[in-house]
C-alpha cells in the first residue's frame, strides 16, 4: 500500500513539476505569467478574482511568487472541496478512477443510459492530462475535474442542442422567434436605427424580423420608426444584411414581417429589391402541395416569406406568375380601430360598427373603452402583393369572424394588452385561434424605452410569435433566449401536443387534470468564481441565488437560498429545493445569482434561464450570463438535478 500510493504521488508530482519547470527557470514568476500558466493547465480564472488569489498567496508582497506558492493557487482554483467529496466516493484509493468506477459513477449520479467501458475509456482519453494514468486506463482527480468543468456536465442537455424535433408539421405548429422593430437598437423615439440589430438577432436565431417601411428621397424607400426621431436606413441595405446572416444560426425560413407604409411607387421598389437581393431564396409562389395549409418549416428551408397584405387569391398569385406588374396597383379595404394599431386596445375584442347602429350605440362602446373598427382604403402595389404567400397580414377582428372566414395563409398582429385580456377573458377560444392561425403578438407603443411584456403568458396560449424587442436585456428577453436553445437554436420550436390538438381542452389559467406533472428536486451546492460586487473594493459579494419557475400560472413560483458573506469565489450553499411543476412542457427555470444590498436592492450578478424538460439530470454546472446576455464564463453554479 504505501508503495503504491508512493507512486501514485510521484506520478502526480512528475507531471506537475514537468508542466510548470521550465516557467521557473528565471525563478519566481509575476501575474500574468501565472494566470498564462494556469492556462497551460486549461484552467480558467476570472480576472479580478485571480488578482486577489495572487496577492494573498505572494507572501513577501512583491508581486512575484514562488514554485510553491503557485502550487498553492493551483489547488485553491482547481481543487475544489465539491469535486473532491465525490471523486473520493468513487475512488477506490482516492487517487484515480478505474474505468469501471467512472462507468458507476455516471451511471449512479449522471443518469447515462447504456454506458459501458470502452464508453469511460473515451472520455479518460479526452480530459486525462497525465499520460501515464491515461495509459493505465484511469482517471486522476486532475481528469475528473477537467471533464465535471466541461461542456459534457453542463445542465443543457447536449441532445436538445441539434435539431431534434419533427420539423414537418405546419408552421402554425410551432414556437417561432419574433423580433420587435428590429431596426432599433435603443428606445422607439430618438435612438439609433442600426443594421446591427438585425444581424444580431438573426445570429440569436430570431426567425421574424420586422421592418418598418417608409417613402424616402430618390425613390429609395427607408426603414426607421415613423413619427419619431429614429434615424433611417435604406431599405435595401437592410435586406441586403439579412441576405448575408439568415441562415448563419438556422437553415429554417426568416418571415420578413413589414410594417409598409410606402406609396404604390416605392412599393415595387421594395418589389424589385426583394427579389434582386434574396433571388431564389425568396419565396413568392405556392409550393405544389401546399394548397390549402400551410407548409412546415422543412419544406421552407432557407426560404424567406414576406409577410404584408395581399390582394387577391393565391390561386390568383400563382395565375399572374412572370407577368409584368409594374403600374399595377389595386386598392383594398382596411378596417382599423379608433386607437392607431400600436396604441394601447382596451376591451375584450375590437367591435365592428362598420354596419347600421345609432350613434347612442357607438357612443356607449366608446365609454366602456370597446374599440370600434372603421375603414379605409389602401393602395397596394402588385408587384409587393404577390410577393406575399403563406404569411399575409389580416386585421385581427374576433375569434368568431377568424373561425368563419379567416384564410390558412393569413396571420395577426395583435397588441399585448389586447392579447392579454383576451388571453384571460377567452383563453379556450384564443387556443383555439392559435391552433389555425400564426397569431403575432407585439409590444405596445407606449413602451418608448423599448421594454418588454413577459412572453411566458402567450406561450401558454399557442402564440407563435411573441415578438420583443431584442434591444432591450431583461427577465423577458432571458426568457426569450432560453426558450429557443431548445431544438438546435433553430428558431423553431415545436407546440406541445395540447396546443396543437383540436379536441384538447387545455386552459392555462385552470386546474389541469390530462397533464403530467413532474417532481423537481434541485440540490445547490455551489458557486464557481461569481462575479464580484460592483460596489465591492476586492473579489467579494454577499450572494444568494434564487431559482424561479414560469409557466402556466400555477406552476409559477420562487425560492431562494440563504446569503453567503464576502465570498464571490467559492461559496457553499448545499440547501435543497423541490418544485411540483404541473405543466412542464411550457415550463421554464432560471437560476438568479443576486449580492445582497440592503439599502438599494440586491445587485444583480449573472442568470441562466432554459426550459425545465432540456435539463440534464445529476452533478450539473449552470454557466451564467450578463445582463446584456453576454457568457462570464468561467462563472457558474454547481448543482445536482432530479426530476420523475
Known amino acids: 500500500m504505501f508503495h503504491e500510493n508512493f507512486l501514485n504521488f510521484f506520478v502526480l508530482h512528475t507531471w506537475f513539476l ?4 521550465d516557467d521557473f527557470k528565471g525563478g519566481k514568476i509575476n501575474l500574468e505569467k501565472t494566470q498564462k500558466l494556469l492556462e497551460k493547465f486549461n484552467i480558467r480564472c476570472n480576472d479580478i478574482h485571480m488578482k486577489y488569489i495572487f496577492k494573498d498567496n505572494d507572501r513577501l508582497k512583491q508581486g512575484r511568487i514562488t514554485i510553491e506558492e503557485f502550487r498553492t493557487i493551483y489547488r485553491v482554483i482547481a481543487h475544489r472541496e465539491e469535486i473532491t467529496e465525490i471523486f473520493n466516493t468513487y475512488s477506490e484509493n482516492r487517487k484515480f478512477l478505474f474505468e469501471k468506477n467512472l462507468v458507476e459513477f455516471l451511471t449512479q449520479e449522471q443518469y447515462a443510459l447504456n454506458i459501458n467501458q470502452s464508453f469511460a475509456y473515451e472520455i479518460i482519453q479526452k480530459y486525462e492530462p497525465i499520460e501515464e494514468v491515461k495509459q493505465a486506463h484511469q482517471m486522476s482527480f486532475e481528469g475528473f475535474t477537467r ?3 466541461s461542456s459534457e456536465c ?10 431534434y424535433q419533427d420539423m414537418t408539421h405546419p408552421l402554425n405548429d410551432y414556437f417561432i422567434s419574433s423580433s420587435h422593430n428590429t431596426y432599433l437598437i435603443s428606445d422607439q423615439l430618438v435612438g439609433p436605427s442600426d443594421l446591427w440589430g438585425y444581424v444580431s438577432a438573426l445570429v ?3 426567425r421574424c424580423l420586422e421592418i418598418d417601411c417608409w417613402d424616402g428621397s430618390q425613390n429609395e424607400p427607408v426603414v426607421y420608426h415613423g413619427y419619431t426621431f429614429t434615424s433611417k436606413l435604406l431599405f435595401k441595405t437592410v435586406i441586403q444584411a439579412i441576405q448575408k446572416y439568415a441562415f448563419i444560426t438556422s437553415d429554417y425560413p ?14 415595387e421598389v421594395m ?3 426583394l427579389q434582386s437581393v434574396f433571388g431564389d431564396s425568396l419565396l413568392s409562389d405556392t409550393l405544389d402541395d401546399f394548397l390549402d395549409e400551410l407548409p412546415s418549416p422543412e419544406a421552407l428551408k432557407f426560404k424567406i416569406l414576406v409577410r404584408n397584405k395581399k390582394i387577391g387569391t393565391l390561386r390568383e398569385t400563382h395565375e399572374r406568375k412572370g407577368c409584368d406588374k409594374h403600374g399595377q396597383v389595386e386598392e383594398c379595404e382596411e378596417e382599423e380601430t379608433e386607437q392607431e394599431e400600436e396604441n394601447e386596445v382596451k376591451g375584450p375584442e375590437p367591435m365592428d360598427v362598420s354596419q347600421d347602429s345609432s350613434v347612442k350605440d357607438t357612443e356607449s362602446k366608446r365609454v366602456v373603452g370597446i374599440p370600434l ?4 382604403r389602401v393602395k397596394i402595389a402588385m408587384a409587393l402583393s404577390d410577393l406575399v404567400i403563406y404569411t399575409k397580414a389580416e386585421k385581427f377582428r374576433s375569434f368568431d369572424h377568424s373561425r368563419l372566414y379567416q384564410q390558412f395563409n393569413e396571420s395577426n398582429s395583435i397588441g399585448e394588452t389586447q392579447a392579454r385580456k383576451l388571453s384571460k377573458l377567452r383563453a379556450n377560444e384564443f387556443i383555439l385561434h392559435t391552433r389555425k392561425f400564426i397569431t403575432r403578438v407585439y409590444p405596445k407603443a407606449t413602451r418608448a424605452d423599448s421594454s418588454n411584456f413577459n412572453p411566458q403568458e402567450f406561450w401558454n396560449i399557442g402564440c407563435q410569435m411573441v415578438a420583443l424587442n431584442f434591444q432591450t436585456p431583461g427577465l423577458p428577453m432571458d426568457l426569450q433566449n432560453g426558450k429557443f436553445l431548445d431544438n438546435g437554436n433553430s428558431g423553431y420550436i415545436l407546440k406541445p401536443h395540447f396546443l396543437r390538438d383540436t379536441n384538447s381542452k387545455f386552459n392555462p389559467n385552470k386546474a389541469v387534470y390530462d397533464s403530467n406533472p413532474i417532481t423537481l428536486t434541485i440540490r445547490l451546492i455551489s458557486g464557481i468564481q461569481l462575479p464580484p460586487s460592483s460596489h465591492s473594493s476586492s473579489n467579494k459579494a454577499d450572494t444568494l441565488v434564487i431559482i424561479e419557475i414560469f409557466g402556466v400560472p400555477n406552476d409559477q413560483m420562487k425560492q431562494q437560498t440563504r446569503v453567503i458573506k464576502k465570498n464571490a469565489f467559492s461559496p457553499r450553499w448545499n440547501e435543497t429545493f423541490t418544485f411540483i411543476i404541473q405543466v412542464p412542457e411550457l415550463a421554464m427555470i432560471r437560476f438568479v445569482v443576486e449580492n445582497q444590498s440592503l439599502l438599494a436592492g440586491n445587485e444583480f450578478l449573472g442568470q441562466y434561464t432554459l426550459p425545465v424538460l432540456c435539463m440534464s439530470k445529476g452533478y450539473r454546472r449552470v454557466p451564467l450570463f450578463s445582463k446584456m446576455g453576454e457568457s462570464l464564463e468561467p462563472a457558474s453554479l454547481f448543482v445536482y438535478i432530479w426530476y420523475i
Open 18 to 21: 514537468s508542466m510548470i519547470r
Open 147 to 149: 471533464f465535471m468543468g
Open 154 to 163: 453542463l445542465l443543457f442537455n447536449t441532445e436538445y442542442q441539434s435539431v
Open 204 to 206: 440569436k436565431g430570431c
Open 254 to 267: 426568416v418571415v420578413l414581417s413589414l410594417e409598409n407604409h410606402c406609396s404604390p411607387a416605392q412599393q
Open 271 to 273: 418589389a424589385d429589391s
Open 373 to 376: 373598427f372603421r375603414k379605409k
